[in-house]
């Protein structure tokens, strides 16, 4: 059976190999599932809810992908924009946390709407590199903020806006020793090194008597406070509407880097450069959204941790399959995921933050027109303290520069009809 599902004789490999490809990619994920909880929790969400929903999300994202696209790519909800939910679109803004449910719903359905009609090719070919680095930059620099503040070594200031915080306190201490500690995992290529990260502060910490032990195993939370709380229809609104964009854009360019990258090292591509089965893996991305916005998460993307179980053999969706069946055996751990304070899931937060501003050395720093707008983009994001402005201010102030510097050959009319929507969205609805 399994060898007819995912034809494993036909790409070099066996079920041994694909198990263990599952295992070693979830425990490079894995802290996802106290990671996001902890997050979208601060919109106001239930925390056992989002525990629930990011376990099954994750589990209905993997088990798409292998059974419907074949391919060894594992999702859960995505770092970035489950910060840009609660920090931004609910805590900036004001929105409820269900109006934003219903924006990542409707997000992936447009990302479906696409797939399916291929208009997705359009619109990645018009958008310039030096932006999508700068994307994924202002993203990371934007968890770093979120990852510093909520360890409280950056802290607010009625002067100069924000300053050093305690640096001597146990939780600075504990974050900052977390984040070196996975680092020099991370580059001794250890297994799981940010989930070790977090375990290790998290039992500091009970041994210091900072948080208290729970139990171990317990029956999986309650859904219900998140379950089908979504509201499209105030997500529908029109102020909305570059907030949806902003999912929309974000899981498009994150999901479609990550496959490329993901089946680059794994061997995937065709003879073409071309990933086949590309729609149907764009598709199972997008159900996976609607799925975890109708059970109670942010947006769900492919993780670019797969390819830590690719380098060990993964090479069908068996892979994403054990990925998703170990994110369900999860559900049962929720005693223990609800003790992991913030200090332990910063240093998670500020190593991916690390990863995406990598993106930066991509750019053409020698062509002003190329890596002003690109800084631009990753500077506002977090200074603005939303996403949405930093892609916003990013369009137009390449669209500008281009045209003021003659570079008309850089622009295309996809590109230049954003960038004027995006001016007509600050002048008529503002931030």
């Not at 719903?105 to 018009?126: A, D, P, Q, T």
């Not at 580059?187 to 900072?210: D, E, F, K």
């Not at 999860?330 to 937060?349: D, E, G, K, N, R």
């Not at 622009?411 to 009809?417: A, D, E």
């Amino acid at each position: 059976m399994l060898e007819k599902l995912f034809q494993l004789k036909a790409h070099g490999t066996d079920v041994k190999t694909e198990v263990l490809a599952g295992l070693t990619t979830f425990l490079t994920m894995a802290y996802i599932i106290v990671v996001n909880p902890d997050v979208l929790s601060a919109s106001g969400m239930d925390y056992g809810a989002v525990f629930g929903a990011t376990c099954i999300a994750a589990a209905v994202g993997c088990l798409i992908m292998g059974l419907f696209a074949n391919y060894p790519i594992a999702l859960a909800p995505g770092m970035g924009l489950n910060a840009f939910f609660a920090f931004a679109v609910v805590q900036g803004m004001g929105h409820t946390w269900q109006v934003a449910l219903g924006a990542v719903f409707l997000s992936g359905l447009i990302f479906f709407i696409l797939s399916l009609f291929k208009v997705r090719e359009w619109i990645i070919n018009s958008i310039p590199l030096s932006l999508r680095f700068g994307i994924s930059a202002g993203i990371g620099f934007f968890l770093a903020l979120i990852a510093l503040k909520n360890a409280g070594i950056v802290i607010d200031h009625p002067a100069t806006f924000v300053s050093v915080g305690d640096l001597t306190s146990a939780s600075s201490l504990l974050t900052l020793g977390g984040f070196f500690v996975i680092c020099a995992l991370a580059y001794r290529r250890v297994t799981g090194s940010v989930m070790i990260g977090i375990i290790s502060i998290t039992i500091i910490a009970l041994l210091l008597g900072m948080i208290e032990y729970k139990g171990f195993v317990a029956a999986p939370p309650s859904m219900a406070p998140t379950f089908m709380q979504m509201d499209i229809v105030g997500a529908l609104n029109v102020g909305m509407v570059s907030i949806v964009f902003a999912f929309l854009f974000v899981d498009l360019f994150d999901t479609s880097g990550t496959l490329i990258a993901a089946a680059h090292q794994g061997k995937l591509l065709g003879k073409d450069g071309k990933l086949p089965r590309l729609g149907k893996a764009l598709m199972a991305d997008s159900v996976a959204t609607m799925g975890g916005a109708a059970l109670g998460t942010s947006t769900t993307t492919s993780y670019i941790e797969s390819t830590a179980g690719i380098s060990a053999g993964g090479r069908t969706g068996l892979t994403a399959v054990v990925v998703g069946i170990l994110f369900l055996l999860c559900l049962f751990l929720s005693p223990i995921a609800s003790i992991v304070p913030v200090y332990a899931t910063a240093p998670a937060l500020l190593y991916v933050a690390v990863l995406m501003a990598s993106g930066l050395s991509h750019i053409d720093w020698e062509d002003i027109t190329e890596a002003a707008p690109a800084a631009i983009t990753a500077l506002m994001m977090p200074l603005t303290f939303s996403i949405a402005n930093g892609i916003a201010l990013g369009f137009i102030s390449y669209a500008v520069i281009k045209l003021l510097s003659g570079k008309f050959n850089d622009l295309n009319i996809s590109l230049l009809l954003i960038a004027v929507l995006f001016i007509l969205k600050f002048i008529f609805l503002g931030a």
